[in-house]
């Protein structure tokens, strides 16, 4: 059985010293939230000017662009989606990058030979994909009449 502690009574000078570490404690602890919080809020920042940056690039030079952002940093930017368009038919979609079976720190230009087209597929064609651009949100399919 193992040995039980029992601490000894403080002096009132010990007791005061007690109670500052307590205090400190809290203190501390509120600093360390409050930089966490700062230090996230910068993270997601910087993942939302490297997508941002990479959509520039790939309009200026067209191409899968290297260095791009990761899976996991472009879903914390606020870019969740990919535009790709197909080689062959030219049909444009947007696929979730959070739902790929991809690691999330797949880089998003490692992406362009994985993607097919769904449309090509069902005719046994399986041309790649061509990475357009990362989009906030996916695109709203126009109302079939």
């Not at 309009?59 to 606020?78: F, H, K, L, N």
């Not at 087209?117 to 126009?142: G, M």
Request: aromatic share 4%; net charge positive; proline share 8%.
């Amino acid at each position: 059985m193992a040995p039980k502690h029992h601490p000894s009574p403080l002096s009132g000078g010990d007791r005061k010293e007690l109670e500052k570490a307590r205090a400190m404690t809290t203190i501390l602890a509120t600093q360390s939230a409050e930089a966490r919080a700062k230090g996230e809020a910068l993270i997601r920042r910087a993942d939302k000017l490297s997508c941002e940056s990479w959509n520039e690039k790939m309009w200026a030079d067209g191409g899968p662009i290297d260095p791009s952002p990761t899976i996991d940093q472009a879903v914390d930017g606020g870019y969740p989606w990919l535009e790709i368009e197909c080689s062959r038919c030219k049909t444009r979609r947007e696929v979730d990058l959070a739902a790929l079976p991809h690691p999330p720190t797949t880089f998003v230009h490692d992406l362009a030979g994985r993607l097919r087209c769904s449309r090509c597929a069902k005719a046994n064609r399986r041309p790649a994909a061509t990475l357009l651009q990362l989009v906030r949100r996916a695109r709203q399919a126009a109302p079939e009449t």
